[in-house]
């Protein structure tokens, strides 16, 4: 099986079949640590059915190693890949096998995180300074399973940001170990002096330099991260590389996530509407909290679904108030939504 997964989209219009062809990349959701849990993949995969979701960075010690099912995931979430922390091609191979066995679409490497926690535990963005390594680590995990095996990383780290720095990287990564699909974060990281917040804010981003990466490895499949806040740019990104990955802005406006099968993917499905959205979580929530749940931890990834509507504010405080008191069920949800003016029908 190829490493980059092509998805094939049908869309029905006035009786015959329309249908086109995508990368799995076109639109994605970034591995967000503590946010992109699978209540948070859930409530996404409701609002668009192409997006490709990813797992929060699972590192191969805590699946190795750790007392809790770190693979766990809804089966409704597909497509959904699980990104992996580590360095030990033996220990991300057997993760990688696991994952397939459990039916996740593809194994991501994480070479893009620039914290101390994850630098001192040898993975992350300081990898992009051991291009064999990764091409090792990757070339194991491609043996053992048939699911694509895609890495994420930087356009550089510390003083080594040149592009020749990153060619070299992308090139050995593909032709050493065989990875035909890139991620790219365009900006560089700092290992040291900047917290993880800070390297997704101050060092500037460089999208030209992504765009002449796809043009020296136009055989390569490419998406490009960091900054995408609109359709628009998107839309502008998407006519030089295979697909977008968009971060906190589909966290912290997750609406967005409700119109990507129809501006992105040709879908002629009608755009949900925001109440919509909610109603639909019922279900799904009622059964999470009958397996011993917190709402809290569920509705926490819905608060700012109103972003920027009127009661917003209202909605929000009512959630944060209530969610996490015993016994709180759809009712709090209920309560919040009758909070946002009943004209807007959205």
């Given amino acids: ?38 209540h948070c993949r859930y409530f996404h995969r409701l609002m668009s059915e192409h997006a490709l979701l990813y797992t929060e960075m699972v590192t191969t010690g805590a699946i190795i190693h750790g007392k809790g099912d770190f693979l766990a995931y809804n089966e409704e979430e597909h497509p959904v890949a699980l990104q992996l922390g580590g360095s030990n091609a033996a220990d991300l191979a057997h993760c990688a096998k696991l994952a397939q066995e459990r039916g996740y679409d593809e194994i991501n490497l994480n070479v893009g995180c620039p914290s101390d926690r994850v630098q001192n535990g040898m993975f992350g963005a300081c990898l992009m300074g051991e291009a064999e390594l990764v091409a090792q680590c990757v070339s194991a995990m491609r043996e053992v399973v048939d699911i694509p095996v895609t890495v994420k990383t930087r356009i550089g780290i510390d003083e080594q940001d040149s592009y020749q720095f990153l060619t070299d990287f992308v090139g050995t990564v593909s032709e050493k170990g065989g990875c035909d699909n890139f991620t790219i974060h365009a900006r560089k990281a700092w290992l040291q002096g900047l917290s993880p917040k800070e390297n997704r804010e101050i060092p500037p981003l460089d999208y030209p330099r992504v765009y002449q990466l796809k043009r020296d490895f136009p055989h390569l499949t490419m998406a490009i991260n960091g900054g995408v806040k609109t359709f628009e740019e998107m839309e502008e990104h998407l006519e030089h590389l295979d697909g977008v990955m968009v971060g906190r802005e589909a966290y912290q406006s997750p609406y967005l ?48 679904l109103f972003q920027n509507m009127p009661g917003a504010r209202q909605w929000r405080r009512h959630i944060s108030e209530n969610a996490h008191k015993p016994g709180a069920g759809i009712e709090v949800l209920q309560q919040a939504v009758a909070k946002i003016p009943a004209e807007l029908d959205v």
Wanted: charged share 20%.
């Fill in 1 to 38: 099986m190829p490493n980059s997964a092509v998805a094939s989209r049908d869309d029905l219009q006035t009786g015959s079949v329309q249908q086109e062809t995508f990368p799995s990349c076109r639109f994605s959701v970034a591995p967000m640590l503590d946010w992109t849990d699978r």
């Fill in 257 to 304: 996530m409700a119109q990507v099968d129809q501006r992105l993917f040709g879908s002629q499905k009608p755009i949900m509407k925001r109440r919509e959205v909610v109603e639909a979580m019922y279900p799904y929530i009622e059964r999470q909290l009958a397996n011993g749940s917190y709402l809290g931890h569920i509705s926490r990834h819905m608060l700012g």
